[in-house]
């Protein structure tokens, strides 16, 4: 399974774009990227996923590198209620198998 | 969206005795179903895979005498902690996954389980 990198910490103001990047360079081609996030003493919520292409819905969108190495995910007008921990996750489609990293906690200020 | 029920949300006990926490799917059927522990101020560490009608397969590290995993249909797999010590007090939270491996897996709320 492949590691990923996120920075431990962000913030972002209330009304704008959050973009939290994600470092995944040894993926492998059966890898696909997942997000989710956790509020606190909650079970995580799904956000998006993609393997290779750009992907969006009605939460977020997920830009993905042509060489797979990296990825932005995009909220696209934070609100409060965004404030949580966001995890980038490189999950193999082989065994559906989620390792979670330490994730980027997201602080929506007003 | 789909939706994962746990129950209990959250269970207190004394050392010694043994705790079963149930994970359905509300409104599809699961193929697979995975269970995750998480302590305070930490990420959520996944402890096995769970098949319906098969064996659960378990991630190195979690003892499957202790940690009792059952998926008897395709929409319940209940966790049982056998002879719980207060260092399996922890938040156990359940995810589904409906089809294909790579498809979205929904998470249960968790359970909270404190042992005395």
């Known amino acids: 399974d492949a590691k990923t990198t996120q920075p431990t910490s962000m913030d972002c103001a209330e009304g704008r774009a959050a973009n939290l990047p994600c470092n995944h360079s040894?993926?492998?081609?059966?890898?696909?990227v997942y997000w989710y996030r956790q509020i606190h003493s909650q079970g995580p919520q799904y956000i998006i996923h993609?393997?290779?292409n750009n992907e969006t819905n009605e939460m977020a969108s997920l830009i993905i590198t042509e060489d797979r190495k990296s990825s932005t995910l995009i909220l696209p007008h934070a609100t409060l209620r965004d404030t949580a921990v966001y995890y980038c996750?490189?999950?193999?489609?082989?065994?559906?198998?989620?390792?979670f990293g330490q994730g980027t906690t997201l602080q929506v200020k007003p | 969206g789909a939706v994962v029920s746990q129950h209990p949300s959250w269970v207190i006990c004394k050392s010694g005795t043994s705790v079963k926490i149930e994970c359905r799917s509300l409104?599809?059927?699961?193929?697979?179903m995975f269970w995750y522990r998480q302590f305070p101020k930490q990420s959520l560490m996944l402890m096995a895979t769970?098949?319906?009608?098969?064996?659960?397969?378990?991630e190195q590290g979690v003892e499957k005498d202790k940690f009792l995993i059952n998926h008897a249909s395709l929409t319940l797999s209940t966790l049982t902690v056998t002879s719980a010590h207060p260092e399996d007090s922890s938040f156990y939270i359940c995810?589904?996954?409906?089809?294909?491996?790579?498809?979205?897996?929904?998470f249960g709320p968790g359970t909270r389980l404190l042992v005395l």
């Open positions: 040894t993926i492998s081609g059966n890898e696909y």
């Open positions: 995810s589904a996954v409906e089809g294909a491996l790579e498809e979205t897996q929904y």
């Open positions: 409104d599809f059927q699961a193929t697979t």
């Open positions: 996750i490189a999950g193999s489609s082989n065994t559906g198998k989620l390792i």
């Open positions: 769970s098949n319906e009608g098969s064996k659960a397969t378990y």
């Open positions: 993609g393997l290779k």
